[in-house]
């Protein structure tokens, strides 16, 4: 690596000094009333290399906090948090505490430029104890409301910028063709429709009013990670481009459309050439084609994937860059990152034109974010994470995506006066039902952080519920059985499911149990995908998919009581069995519940 930008402050003379702006003294670039491209343009002239190469590098939070001034030593354009990367108390004020100290930090360097910090909001801001967390995507498919999803943007922005976070990797625009695939419940649906009109109302939500309290949002996974042979995560999509352009690309180009100022590159490969070296696909079709103007990040050691190898190498570097990627999720070695980038640019491999490029697309989101006037963390916004009006908002969203896809002898809605009793592992835990992104990356069944669970919306709307997990004690008195069962959460590639896709044994024992008492049994599935439950579909008098709800399970409970009629429609093929998958619309195969499928109550 060169000398650090902190040292290249002596020599500032060394570099050319460009006009001052409007007001004779301060720098153009620091003018607000100049158009952007005047400011970046102005700014660029004033940066050195080491500079230039700093803005396209972002590195996580807890490889920089050791050692927090490398971030100004470096001139280290971007911080981010990976999933559950929080600070050591995880509250709303921590994070802005937390933001505020590395923008502190960055603005201290010779040209004083801001850095943009980023996070997985992808269900509200997840990762923050107490934030509100909404439905995951595939609920919101169900739900077919945008503008219900452009109001869940712009309220997952407000919180975020309560705790200063700024950029969103968020929407996921996957169109997931195979429910195996671990990340199905980040996609709206499984045509290229849902998450078109669904990723842009988010995108519009996220980015009104950018920096106050708008923040970044993010198209990703560029393009096809949806598409992969037998869903597998990270996997190869063997598709034709025609395949490609018809089904995968249309959120994208609306999302470019729509403004977007980011988009993070898939890890899986198109026909065997892995996105993160694509010179076609991000160059000349993203960002020429179709005009893509912010900028592309790599996904997360992305770039590590080249050459099949652990690590990565200045080839792969070059590989990246070269290819149209603009800032590198390292996301640890940074110093080695930085190391190798300077060396494939000294030998010419990476011109100064892709690194001005990379910078200008870069710079320009900064400014557009209000970021050089407004840099830290909007502190009035901290108290509103997770307040009552936020939660109203998704309780809504919960109600909204309601699926019912069976009810036979008018079981549902149940009514306030029956003796009921409910069973499930999802019946009481907010982390099953809020799945993975949920506090952390994986999450995690239990009380991981403050909502409503299913049963608890059950016993604000009816006197008489027991609730035993394990079904146990279920008897003839009961005038009917809730069984509320399905996955404990998971993301990625930890929730590809390769072989069975069936409930597991603690699920099916306690429905056996319901059963055998031969009370009416109206069943509520808590995943992220469809599961295979065909063979015991015949058993249950009622089912409602209610996909991953997120904190506010009263919403479910609204639905099931009849405060509100399900109005929920299948976002996705519901499969006959595993065997069927990929089980998509217009494939010619025949589903359990086609796409589009769902129920209502006859009054
Ligand atoms: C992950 C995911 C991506 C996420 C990124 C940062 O591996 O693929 O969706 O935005 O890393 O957490």
């Not at 943007?153 to 990797?169: I, K, P």
Request: hydrophobic share 35%.
């Amino acid at each position: 690596m060169g000398i650090g930008v902190g040292v290249l402050a002596l020599c500032a003379g060394a570099v050319g000094v460009a006009p001052a702006g409007a007001d004779s003294g301060r720098p153009a670039y620091r003018d607000a009333r100049l158009p952007t491209e005047a400011r970046v343009g102005d700014l660029l002239s004033r940066m050195t290399l080491d500079e230039k190469l700093g803005q396209m590098t972002q590195a996580e939070r807890g490889a920089l906090a050791p050692q927090q001034e490398d971030l100004a030593k470096y001139g280290i354009g971007s911080v981010l948090s990976g999933g559950g990367s929080a600070p050591a108390t995880n509250t709303p004020a921590a994070w802005a505490d937390m933001y505020d100290s590395f923008q502190r930090t960055a603005l201290g360097t010779r040209l004083g430029i801001p850095m943009i910090y980023g996070a997985d909001a992808v269900h509200g801001h997840n990762n923050v104890k107490g934030a509100t967390v909404f439905p995951h995507h595939i609920g919101l498919g169900a739900a077919r409301d945008a503008r219900l999803t452009e109001r869940i943007g712009r309220t997952t922005a407000e919180e975020m910028a309560g705790t200063g976070v700024d950029w969103n990797f968020a929407p996921c625009l996957c169109v997931a063709r195979n429910d195996r695939w671990g990340r199905t419940y980040e996609s709206y649906g499984e045509t290229p429709q849902l998450p078109t009109v669904l990723g842009a109302a988010e995108i519009e939500g996220l980015q009104h009013r950018l920096g106050d309290p708008g923040v970044l949002a993010t198209a990703k996974h560029y393009v096809g990670d949806g598409g992969t042979e037998g869903g597998d995560d990270q996997g190869d999509t063997r598709i034709s481009e025609k395949e490609l352009r018809a089904t995968h690309l249309p959120p994208f180009r609306k999302a470019v459309r729509e403004g977007v100022g980011s988009v993070m590159v898939s890890f899986s490969s198109w026909n065997g050439q892995k996105l993160h070296g694509h010179k076609y696909l991000i160059s000349d079709v993203l960002k020429k084609e179709l005009r893509f103007k912010g900028f592309v990040v790599s996904d997360w050691a992305g770039i590590d994937q080249l050459d099949g190898e652990e690590g990565f190498t200045g080839e792969e570097v070059r590989t990246a860059v070269n290819a149209g990627i603009d800032m590198v999720m390292v996301p640890n070695d940074y110093k080695k990152f930085l190391t190798l980038l300077r060396e494939e640019v000294d030998a010419g491999r990476i011109p100064m034109s892709r690194v001005d490029d990379a910078n200008r697309r870069i710079l320009a989101q900064k400014f557009r974010l209000g970021l050089f006037e407004r840099p830290f963390t909007d502190r009035s916004r901290t108290d509103d994470v997770g307040s009552g009006e936020h939660r109203a908002l998704a309780r809504q969203a919960v109600r909204a995506s309601q699926t019912l896809l069976k009810n036979d002898d008018g079981v549902l809605p149940l009514k306030r006066k029956s003796k009921i009793f409910v069973a499930g592992k999802n019946a009481d835990d907010i982390g099953n039902q809020s799945g993975g992104w949920t506090i952390t990356w994986q999450g995690q069944s239990g009380d991981i952080t403050p909502g409503t669970t299913i049963l608890e919306g059950m016993r604000e709307r009816a006197k008489d519920v027991t609730y035993d997990r394990n079904g146990e004690g279920i008897d003839k008195s009961y005038d009917v059985a809730v069984a509320v069962v399905g996955e404990k959460p998971y993301a990625e590639f930890e929730g590809d499911r390769p072989g069975a896709m069936g409930l597991d044994d603690e699920d099916l024992a306690a429905l056996k149990r319901l059963k055998s008492s031969g009370v009416p049994v109206a069943v509520v599935l808590v995943s992220g995908r469809p599961l295979d439950i065909a063979d015991q579909l015949p058993g249950w008098d009622a089912l409602l998919a209610s996909w991953l709800p997120g904190t506010e399970g009263n919403g479910v409970s609204d639905v099931l009581f009849g405060a509100y009629r399900p109005t929920g429609k299948l976002p996705v093929s519901w499969m006959r069995d595993a065997a069927q998958q990929p089980v998509n619309v217009g494939d010619g195969k025949r589903p359990l519940f086609p796409y589009g499928y769902g129920l209502t109550y006859r009054r």
